[in-house]
């Protein structure tokens, strides 16, 4: 404990730090430029060549949704517990050394799943009718974005570069190590990584509220993923000649996803270890400095 605690503050320091850099310099990009990352990849891929890194930002973030679902759908599992005696599946049938998905957790993420889905559909403005009122909590709790690249789109409406930057410290040096350091802690000493179970021994009033406060965190990160997946699928289809409106694209992803989560996809890959983080590294990015350059051009 003594020698491991050293090393995973470290761990998360260099960790937030590399993505704050990261994250900064690709927001001042979209901010200065305001272009999406699908117009930005256009510069440094080609037309064609767009669709590679928009299929794989497409595929990240209807995992991430997925995944987060399915983790909302976890927290509500243990709050609420398994009073109809039901399983829907069990993964350990399928080698996966983890908790059956039960009845009540399934019903939470297919409930919680298809409200993402619902706000995100308005776009923007829905993602901001959403996030004005919550930000004080997420600012306490914390809030994850699918990758670093997705700061392009989300970044690019900010005024200036000051926004930015104070945008990512707030994630990236305030609420996101507190939130590693919590989990890290709950996890060495009570040896489970969902704090709800935990926290039921010992209030109720303090689990429902732990419960709420992660449900709305990960309600602004679901909506996120949702709306940038839109952005990334749907210039890949139309360059097939394919139009679909982006309350499709949403839609279809929000229940794509919702299925996944229901279905364990948390779980069985994220609970015991995050095998979709280290598959796509947020380092993958077009060249910054050449897409600022011939951008600036344009404008």
């Not at 802690?185 to 303090?206: A, Q, R």
């Amino acid at each position: 404990m003594l020698f491991t605690c050293p090393m995973a503050l470290l761990a998360i320091a260099i960790g937030m730090g590399i993505l704050f850099v990261l994250t900064g310099l690709l927001g001042i990009i979209a901010q200065r430029t305001g272009l999406s990352l699908a117009l930005l990849c256009r510069y440094a891929y080609g037309a064609r060549g767009t669709n590679l890194p928009m299929l794989a930002m497409g595929l990240l973030t209807l995992g991430w949704f997925s995944a987060i679902t399915g983790m909302v759908g976890d927290i509500w599992g243990a709050f609420i517990g398994n009073p109809s005696g039901m399983v829907v599946l069990d993964p350990s049938r399928m080698g996966y050394h983890i908790a059956p998905i039960t009845l009540e957790v399934f019903a939470a993420c297919v409930l919680c799943g298809l409200l993402f889905t619902a706000t995100s559909m308005s776009g923007m403005k829905g993602l901001e009718r959403l996030t004005v009122p919550v930000a004080p909590v997420i600012m306490l709790a914390g809030s994850w974005i699918a990758g670093a690249i997705m700061g392009v789109d989300l970044f690019r409406f900010n005024r200036n570069a000051r926004a930015v930057w104070l945008g990512w410290a707030a994630c990236f040096l305030l609420t996101n190590p507190l939130l590693n350091i919590v989990g890290y802690i709950g996890t060495v000493t009570v040896g489970e990584y969902n704090y709800l179970s935990w926290m039921l021994e010992k209030s109720f009033l303090l689990a429902l509220a732990g419960a709420l406060t992660w449900t709305l965190s990960l309600w602004t990160t679901n909506d996120g993923e949702l709306y940038c997946n839109a952005l990334y699928t749907g210039p890949v289809l139309q360059s097939c000649g394919v139009e679909v409106s982006k309350k499709q694209l949403v839609l279809m992803a929000g229940l794509v996803g919702t299925v996944l989560g229901t279905l364990g996809f948390y779980q069985m890959f994220f609970a015991q270890f995050n095998y979709l983080g280290i598959m796509a590294p947020a380092s993958g990015r077009p060249p910054a400095g050449r897409l600022l350059h011939q951008a600036e051009g344009l404008l």
